[in-house]
């Protein structure tokens, strides 16, 4: 990891309270859940694989699988660099940070298309989207903030994390998402998911996956008790 645990708690920490703010004393659950039982967060959409790309801006350690339709010596993989930039043959250096794949096909079209080629078609896929984060927090041997690299389901990402410690409750895993700007929570029951009785959902980047402990200590019980365990997100 490329922070101290000390630091990563904090900033878990953080996100949580951040994300929690203005709930109150207790969550403000809503009888009836979100039209989509697992809706994808604001900053990507997935289907077995990363979709979405036309909203989804590259950040940092991305890495990119970057074609030229009929120029074969073109094709390339490249990792964006610290500071949002990629290198190219012919073009040189590119920034690719902060932009939405179709913005930067249209980029290196347009570098390419003013010494080189005629009317090239660029193709841009996001093999591993490094730059999209998880917050893991609560009841894991290892919490903190980890890289999400590709499709990760919810006991992928509790596998990153080292699994549960000892006072953890597998019943009480609690998934917070931002979807379309609204606040949203979805409970699971860990030990149903790995009987194979219910799906092993999804989990997206700025997702915060927490996990209850057994003694009920947890500043957010509220919120476990409020949502029932049927893996839909309600709003907060």
Do not use: H
Not at 47 to 71: C, H, K, M, S
Not at 187 to 200: L, M, N, W
């Amino acid at each position: 990891m490329w922070m101290s645990g000390f630091v990563l708690r904090s900033l878990a920490a953080c996100s949580l309270a951040l994300f929690l703010a203005g709930c109150g004393g207790g969550p403000a659950v809503r009888t009836t859940p979100y039209a989509n039982a697992l809706p994808p967060s604001d900053t990507t959409t997935l289907n077995g694989v990363y979709e979405g790309t036309t909203d989804y801006r590259v950040g940092p350690q991305d890495q990119l699988e970057i074609a030229v339709f009929g120029v074969p010596d073109l094709t390339r993989t490249v990792r964006v660099n610290s500071n949002g930039e990629i290198s190219l043959p012919l073009v040189g250096g590119i920034v690719a940070g902060g932009k939405t794949v179709p913005e930067l096909e249209q980029l290196i079209a347009e570098s390419l298309s003013k010494n080189y080629l005629q009317n090239p078609q660029v193709t841009v896929f996001v093999k591993e989207y490094a730059s999209q984060r998880i917050t893991l927090e609560g009841s894991f041997k290892r919490p903190g903030i980890y890289p999400l690299t590709g499709k990760t389901t919810l006991l992928q990402a509790m596998a990153i994390a080292g699994g549960f410690d000892q006072m953890a409750e597998p019943s009480k895993v609690v998934v917070f998402r931002q979807v379309q700007g609204k606040k949203m929570a979805a409970a699971f029951d860990v030990r149903a998911i790995r009987r194979g009785d219910a799906e092993d959902p999804l989990v997206y980047g700025d997702d915060i996956v927490v996990v209850g402990d057994a003694a009920g200590k947890s500043a957010y019980q509220n919120v476990m008790k409020a949502l029932p365990l049927v893996g839909l997100f309600f709003l907060l």
